[in-house]
């Protein structure tokens, strides 16, 4: 029941956090925030927020203490503390592609591609941790990919202003390797705690959170010295269009809501599975692809709808495909226990 309630609490986190982000980070592009490594910053940069739930779950662990020995703030030892700051290296590049994407695709275009890592998450997890494909599973791979190779039909109708075409060329595909990146991630954190070699627990699932966080953060900053964004900022503050004050309120809020989203998606893979957390992700493309077009008013092609259409049907025949799977086991496991049962029977 635990388990259910946190998976219950992480699904409405990370779904905050997978609407809201590329929103409000469309939001900082469209009023003349221009700095990639930046937002990829932002993405990251809410992981103090962490600390809190840490702070509460030590402070428990300290009362439960009978005194007999020292209670550790951090659980994680090192095996899995060097596999956090590789997966927080990677993602810190991943963000990067991601921002990229985003600066300069609409955002419904961008949920669109993204929605397709579902289809390499199955793939990546098939090899990386043993999930069986089925054929439910290669039919929604098949049309998860091909609902993203219809995105690049006729993309200058798609094309925001002031764009050339090769800008949004590169930002799709910059997406499309963010998918694919991600998709690799996702399976490599499941792999990673199944290698662990410690007892896992929510609390350690935040610590590795909060490092995957804070190297994707170093890698962003190193970006940020790079790109000269230290000093590009403060003007870009005062000549953002929504105005200087709006601009800090936009970026606290950005940071926050994209660690919501990292989270949830983490704390999805502990719960259940990296293909779990995967198809949450595409579960939620119509409301994004709905908020897309309401606030920023985006056009919504045939084009688009073909692939919304394309991967909502992946997403049912995938479903299925578990439910069908996990009903299948549980009758085997049935049988096998009947089975069991008669010959202890027979033999009394």
């Known amino acids: 029941m635990a388990v259910r309630v946190l998976a219950i609490i992480n699904c409405i986190i990370l779904a905050i956090g997978n609407c809201g982000g590329p929103l409000i980070m469309r939001l900082y592009?469209?009023?003349?925030?221009n700095r990639i490594w930046f937002s990829t910053f932002l993405e990251t940069a809410?992981?103090?927020?962490?600390?809190?739930?840490?702070l509460f779950s030590y402070i428990n662990r300290?009362?439960?203490n009978d005194g007999s020995e020292n209670t550790s703030f951090f659980l994680i030892k090192p095996r899995l503390l060097i596999a956090a700051?590789?997966?927080g290296i990677l993602s810190g590049f991943d963000n990067y592609l991601y921002a990229y994407g985003i600066a300069y695709l609409p955002v419904s275009t961008a949920a669109l591609i993204i929605a397709s890592q579902l289809a390499f998450i199955a793939i990546f997890s098939y090899f990386m941790v043993s999930h069986k494909f089925t054929p439910y599973t290669i039919n929604a791979v098949v049309l998860l990919t091909v609902g993203a190779a219809v995105l690049g039909m006729h993309t200058e109708t798609d094309k925001p202003v002031l764009e050339t075409h090769k800008q949004y060329i590169t930002g799709f595909l910059m997406t499309v390797a963010a998918a694919v990146m991600y998709a690799f991630i996702l399976p490599l954190v499941e792999l990673a705690y199944q290698k662990a070699k410690q007892p896992l627990s929510y609390t350690l699932v935040l610590e590795v959170q909060l490092i995957l966080c804070i190297f994707a953060s170093i890698v962003s900053l190193i970006g940020m010295f790079i790109a000269g964004d230290f000093k590009a900022l403060p003007i870009e503050a005062k000549e953002f269009k929504l105005g200087e004050a709006m601009f800090y309120v936009v970026i606290v809020f950005s940071a926050i809501i994209w660690q919501g989203f990292f989270l949830g998606a983490i704390g999805l893979i502990f719960c259940a599975s990296s293909l779990v957390s995967g198809i949450m992700i595409s579960v939620l493309l119509p409301i994004t692809e709905?908020?897309?077009?309401?606030?920023?008013h985006e056009k919504f092609q045939a084009e688009?709808?073909?692939?919304?259409?394309?991967s909502l049907w992946g997403f049912v025949s995938y479903f299925y495909g578990e439910i069908k799977s996990d009903k299948d086991k549980k009758r085997i496991q049935q049988e096998t226990e009947l089975a069991s049962l008669s010959s202890t029977v027979s033999e009394c």
Request: charged fraction near 5%; proline fraction near 6%; avoid cysteine.
């Open 29 to 33: 592009f469209n009023n003349g925030g």
């Open 85 to 87: 700051i590789i997966i």
């Open 290 to 296: 709905v908020l897309a077009v309401v606030f920023y």
């Open 304 to 310: 688009k709808g073909l692939s919304l259409a394309l």
């Open 62 to 64: 300290r009362s439960s």
């Open 46 to 54: 809410g992981f103090p927020i962490i600390f809190i739930p840490l």
